[in-house]
């Protein structure tokens, strides 16, 4: 941010009296920008008979490759309703989410962004595509284009499904994800349940 967006005057990047971090802030009309973290909701979609609704993406970033349902949320949306929506919008399918259907929550400090994903039933899909999805397809574990998925956060949820749908138990599990250079850390923070290594 260059300019403010009342006045157009310069602004400065500063720590504000009372503040821990520098922030943009305009000296003309003593306003501070703050820049929060953006929330990405989405669902596990799945099939009557357990196949996973996934989608190729037709938008960048990761054009091409396979992911679940998922994208900003709108202002004045709740998670439910963004999840929903988006599952409409790139995948073309309706779903429900029952009652404690949050599955996995991730934390993704270095790109301020946090992923709520709900596990859903489907209750109409039209497989094709959408404008922002190539194809879509319901997968089995072993249909999965592993190598193909498009984020970290999309595979890790994934991995965890299967292996919870062999037990018939989805305990929630919240995770922080970061980079150091080219690995990636991904640690679980909580969980619902007890983990088994």
């Known amino acids: 941010m260059k300019f403010c967006q009342h006045c157009a005057g310069p602004v400065s990047h500063v720590i504000p009296q009372g503040?821990?971090?520098?922030?943009?802030?305009?000296?003309?009309c003593d306003v501070v920008f703050y820049?929060?973290?953006?929330?990405v909701v989405g669902a596990v979609p799945v099939s009557e008979d357990g196949?996973?609704?996934?989608?190729?993406?037709?938008?960048?970033?990761?054009h091409g490759?396979?992911?679940?349902?998922a994208g900003f949320m709108e202002n004045g949306e709740s998670?439910?309703?963004?999840?929903?929506?988006?599952?409409?919008?790139?995948?073309?399918a309706r779903i429900e989410l029952?009652?404690?259907?949050?599955?996995t929550l991730f934390n993704l400090p270095q790109i301020n962004q946090v992923y709520l994903l709900f596990r859903a039933n489907i209750l109409e899909a039209n497989l094709g595509f959408?404008?922002?999805?190539?194809?879509?397809?319901?997968?089995a574990e072993s249909a999965v284009p592993w190598d193909e998925?498009?984020?970290?956060?999309?595979?890790i949820t994934l991995e965890r499904y299967f292996r919870d749908r062999e037990k018939q138990h989805f305990p929630v599990r919240m995770f922080d994800v970061t980079r150091n250079g080219r690995e990636l850390d991904v640690r679980l923070i909580s969980s619902s349940a007890p983990e088994a290594n």
């Open 19 to 28: 503040d821990d971090r520098q922030r943009h802030y305009c000296p003309a």
């Open 149 to 155: 998925i498009a984020f970290p956060v999309v595979r």
């Open 79 to 92: 998670t439910h309703a963004g999840a929903v929506r988006e599952t409409m919008e790139e995948a073309g």
């Open 98 to 103: 029952g009652d404690s259907t949050l599955y």
């Open 35 to 39: 820049q929060n973290p953006r929330n």
């Open 130 to 139: 959408t404008e922002e999805t190539l194809e879509t397809k319901l997968c």
């Open 51 to 62: 196949r996973v609704l996934l989608c190729k993406r037709g938008i960048e970033p990761r």
């Open 65 to 69: 490759k396979w992911t679940l349902p």
